[in-house]
């Protein structure tokens, strides 16, 4: 006894040894895993922040821009007509919350003052300097008044009048007016949207801000997924944040399955010693099965059953079974004794010929883990409850592991007797495993993706609604936006989020907008596979191209024209030109619509290439510089 236990020790040693170097691998994975899944969680917030930040101050731009234009419109009025000019104007801002005063060249109040408190007539320092300077240069000027609460803007413009000193326009926009463009883009309680100054002073935001969001060298604060966007007139930055935390609480509750699984599998490690015996149990437990389902016989009721079989259809059954890559199997419950055909042979990767193979022998090519289910669904076949189903991972002689599907039944004898044998087949499942495991993975990323494109259509309908003049234009300009982003969704999908070539892509993008002027945009360029996220931006601005053509520019031309065309200037380097000719002028100092915005922001910060508009006699371009590696790669397909 003494000797046995003596010889036992050693083994539990090196079996806790084992279990030890298999634990802590698996679970070091695992907590790698959940760190690549936080990290992914925190790559979309910021993906969403990026995208708010640059939508909400392309819009920020766009106020401002259209209220600047009202204010300019104001100029030249002649006398006869100023003070119902100067009531109407006045009106239609008061409406909107804002202050309009009206100054002269000394900054002397000119307008009524009556019901208005001082305090908001009376200029600061920087404010007299801002007002000079506009009537000085004619140039827009913007100052901030106040805290970010209470606060706002003051914008100056001046007015020059005829045969007499310019007047100075003063409009007092509070932060209420920016902070309702802000709301447009808050989906949630959890986001916060702030339009910044140059010197950190918040003009408006969309609700009460975190202090870190005010800190522009805080986007690498593990408490605060934020982003900045720079609008492209005034100066200003609009900052998007949202705290981690919003996604902690998932991160946690995935945290502590894992520290449950990890104790769990630490308290079975302490019986790993099992696992070396455990092929000691399982041989006496299949030897019992097959002895209490074996019944002396003098006959051999499996010869007397095939006899009067005519062989044309075996022959024909075996060439039906092979054509599926079928393979049967018979298990003599007698001997212990398992034959397979040659098919069963070719999954396990033995030699054709070696086809007889003892019970327990077999047993021990099945994945550890799988064997008390194939054991529990033997038995429940011996006894007669089911037929035996099961699918079980075997491993191949090379140490492959392969998913195969075992079907079989008692096969009794011709007279009734008891059942001496096992029969069935087998075939491999692997690559229908292997294609759920895929589908699943590709139905996560499609539930991710789907949430970052239902924010970005909510943003476009919105921003398209607010430049549309009636329903039906809305409508118009909106469906086809969608098509232009359905367009790009197709070809990403259909490559597996693997890449997108660029001819593709445009002429895709043109087609679902143009339609039947689509032939009247040619497209040329050496190939180009984009990333996804570069096809899906990328989409939008040639989208947003191809929308303005039609509606503004050449298209709307019998004699326009336009080319689409991109080089390498070096190997590392790609340059997109969108030229238009033939076409009605283009104002480049005109206001920046919605289309001009989405195209000049996310080319730069979208795609961080650097934009050009240009205009002349001759047309409009508009090119696109940059380095290839932030849309993508060259490749051999010639366009």
């Given at each position: 006894?003494?000797?046995?236990?003596?010889?036992?020790?050693?083994?539990?040693?090196?079996?806790?040894?084992?279990?030890?170097?298999?634990?802590?691998?698996?679970?070091?994975?695992?907590?790698?895993?959940?760190?690549?899944?936080?990290?992914?969680?925190?790559?979309?917030?910021?993906?969403?922040?990026?995208?708010?930040?640059?939508?909400?101050?392309?819009?920020?731009?766009?106020?401002?821009?259209?209220?600047?234009?009202?204010?300019?419109?104001?100029?030249?009025?002649?006398?006869?007509?100023?003070?119902?000019?100067?009531?109407?104007?006045?009106?239609?801002?008061?409406?909107?919350?804002?202050?309009?005063?009206?100054?002269?060249?000394?900054?002397?109040?000119?307008?009524?003052?009556?019901?208005?408190?001082?305090?908001?007539?009376?200029?600061?320092?920087?404010?007299?300097?801002?007002?000079?300077?506009?009537?000085?240069?004619?140039?827009?000027?913007?100052?901030?008044?106040?805290?970010?609460?209470?606060?706002?803007?003051?914008?100056?413009?001046?007015?020059?009048?005829?045969?007499?000193?310019?007047?100075?326009?003063?409009?007092?926009?509070?932060?209420?007016?920016?902070?309702?463009?802000?709301?447009?883009?808050?989906?949630?309680?959890?986001?916060?949207?702030?339009?910044?100054?140059?010197?950190?002073?918040?003009?408006?935001?969309?609700?009460?801000?975190?202090?870190?969001?005010?800190?522009?060298?805080?986007?690498?604060?593990?408490?605060?997924?934020?982003?900045?966007?720079?609008?492209?007139?005034?100066?200003?930055?609009?900052?998007?944040?949202?705290?981690?935390?919003?996604?902690?609480?998932?991160?946690?509750?995935?945290?502590?399955?894992?520290?449950?699984?990890?104790?769990?599998?630490?308290?079975?490690?302490?019986?790993?010693?099992?696992?070396?015996?455990?092929?000691?149990?399982?041989?006496?437990?299949?030897?019992?099965?097959?002895?209490?389902?074996?019944?002396?016989?003098?006959?051999?009721?499996?010869?007397?059953?095939?006899?009067?079989?005519?062989?044309?259809?075996?022959?024909?059954?075996?060439?039906?079974?092979?054509?599926?890559?079928?393979?049967?199997?018979?298990?003599?419950?007698?001997?212990?004794?398992?034959?397979?055909?040659?098919?069963?042979?070719?999954?396990?990767?033995?030699?054709?010929?070696?086809?007889?193979?003892?019970?327990?022998?077999?047993?021990?090519?099945?994945?550890?883990?799988?064997?008390?289910?194939?054991?529990?669904?033997?038995?429940?076949?011996?006894?007669?409850?089911?037929?035996?189903?099961?699918?079980?991972?075997?491993?191949?002689?090379?140490?492959?592991?392969?998913?195969?599907?075992?079907?079989?039944?008692?096969a009794g004898g011709a007279d009734g007797s008891a059942a001496r044998e096992m029969a069935g087949v087998a075939y491999d499942i692997t690559d229908q495993r292997l294609n759920l495991t895929r589908t699943h993975a590709l139905l996560r990323e499609v539930s991710h993706r789907s949430k970052n494109l239902l924010a970005l259509i909510l943003a476009m309908a919105r921003l398209t609604a607010r430049?549309?003049?009636?329903?039906?234009?809305?409508?118009?300009?909106?469906?086809?936006?969608?098509?232009?982003?359905?367009?790009?969704?197709?070809?990403?999908?259909?490559?597996?989020?693997?890449?997108?070539?660029?001819?593709?892509?445009?002429?895709?993008?043109?087609?679902?907008?143009?339609?039947?002027?689509?032939?009247?945009?040619?497209?040329?360029?050496?190939?180009?596979?984009?990333?996804?996220?570069?096809?899906?931006?990328?989409?939008?601005?040639?989208?947003?191209?191809?929308?303005?053509?039609?509606?503004?520019?050449?298209?709307?031309?019998?004699?326009?024209?336009?080319?689409?065309?991109?080089?390498?200037?070096?190997?590392?380097?790609?340059?997109?030109?969108?030229?238009?000719?033939?076409?009605?002028?283009?104002?480049?100092?005109?206001?920046?619509?919605?289309?001009?915005?989405?195209?000049?922001?996310?080319?730069?910060?979208?795609?961080?290439?650097?934009?050009?508009?240009?205009?002349?006699?001759?047309?409009?371009?508009?090119?696109?510089?940059?380095?290839?590696?932030?849309?993508?790669?060259?490749?051999?397909?010639?366009?």
């Amino acid at each position: 006894m003494s000797a046995f236990i003596t010889t036992r020790a050693p083994v539990r040693v090196f079996a806790y040894a084992i279990c030890l170097a298999v634990l802590v691998p698996s679970l070091s994975f695992a907590a790698y895993l959940l760190t690549q899944m936080h990290a992914q969680e925190l790559g979309s917030l910021r993906e969403s922040a990026q995208s708010r930040a640059a939508l909400a101050a392309a819009f920020v731009d766009d106020q401002m821009a259209s209220l600047i234009a009202t204010l300019k419109g104001f100029s030249g009025t002649p006398a006869a007509a100023s003070e119902s000019r100067y009531a109407s104007l006045r009106s239609e801002l008061d409406q909107k919350g804002i202050l309009l005063f009206v100054r002269g060249a000394n900054l002397d109040l000119l307008s009524p003052t009556s019901g208005v408190d001082d305090a908001l007539t009376s200029l600061s320092k920087p404010a007299r300097a801002a007002a000079t300077a506009a009537l000085s240069t004619f140039a827009p000027q913007i100052t901030p008044y106040g805290a970010s609460k209470d606060g706002g803007v003051n914008v100056w413009v001046a007015a020059p009048e005829k045969d007499a000193a310019p007047i100075l326009l003063q409009a007092r926009i509070p932060s209420a007016y920016l902070t309702s463009a802000l709301k447009n883009f808050v989906s949630d309680g959890l986001w916060s949207m702030a339009v910044i100054c140059g010197n950190g002073q918040v003009f408006a935001g969309s609700k009460a801000l975190p202090s870190k969001l005010l800190d522009t060298q805080a986007s690498g604060n593990a408490a605060l997924i934020q982003a900045f966007a720079d609008t492209s007139q005034f100066g200003w930055k609009v900052a998007a944040g949202v705290p981690s935390s919003s996604i902690e609480a998932r991160t946690r509750r995935n945290w502590m399955t894992f520290v449950a699984i990890s104790s769990l599998l630490a308290m079975a490690s302490f019986t790993g010693a099992t696992l070396l015996t455990r092929s000691l149990l399982e041989e006496p437990k299949l030897n019992n099965l097959m002895q209490a389902a074996a019944m002396p016989s003098p006959t051999d009721h499996r010869q007397t059953s095939r006899q009067g079989r005519p062989a044309g259809a075996a022959d024909r059954m075996r060439v039906a079974l092979q054509a599926g890559n079928i393979g049967v199997w018979e298990f003599n419950l007698k001997t212990g004794l398992v034959h397979w055909d040659g098919e069963i042979a070719r999954i396990f990767n033995l030699h054709p010929g070696d086809n007889d193979h003892v019970g327990r022998d077999f047993l021990r090519r099945v994945v550890r883990p799988d064997r008390n289910r194939l054991l529990k669904a033997f038995t429940a076949a011996l006894a007669g409850d089911a037929p035996l189903a099961v699918e079980v991972r075997i491993r191949r002689p090379d140490s492959e592991i392969r998913w195969i599907a075992v079907r079989g039944a008692l096969a009794g004898g011709a007279d009734g007797s008891a059942a001496r044998e096992m029969a069935g087949v087998a075939y491999d499942i692997t690559d229908q495993r292997l294609n759920l495991t895929r589908t699943h993975a590709l139905l996560r990323e499609v539930s991710h993706r789907s949430k970052n494109l239902l924010a970005l259509i909510l943003a476009m309908a919105r921003l398209t609604a607010r430049d549309a003049v009636d329903v039906k234009s809305h409508l118009k300009d909106f469906t086809l936006r969608v098509a232009g982003l359905s367009a790009s969704q197709d070809l990403i999908v259909a490559s597996d989020w693997q890449s997108v070539d660029l001819a593709t892509l445009a002429t895709a993008e043109i087609g679902a907008v143009a339609r039947t002027d689509a032939d009247r945009i040619v497209i040329s360029g050496p190939p180009v596979s984009l990333t996804p996220e570069a096809a899906q931006t990328l989409g939008m601005v040639i989208t947003e191209l191809t929308l303005n053509a039609a509606e503004h520019g050449a298209l709307t031309s019998a004699k326009g024209a336009v080319k689409l065309s991109w080089e390498f200037p070096d190997d590392e380097t790609i340059s997109l030109s969108w030229r238009e000719t033939g076409g009605p002028e283009f104002v480049m100092d005109g206001p920046r619509g919605y289309g001009r915005s989405v195209v000049e922001r996310f080319s730069t910060q979208g795609l961080k290439l650097a934009a050009h508009a240009a205009a002349d006699a001759h047309g409009f371009q508009w090119t696109l510089v940059g380095p290839l590696a932030n849309i993508g790669t060259r490749h051999e397909k010639t366009v």
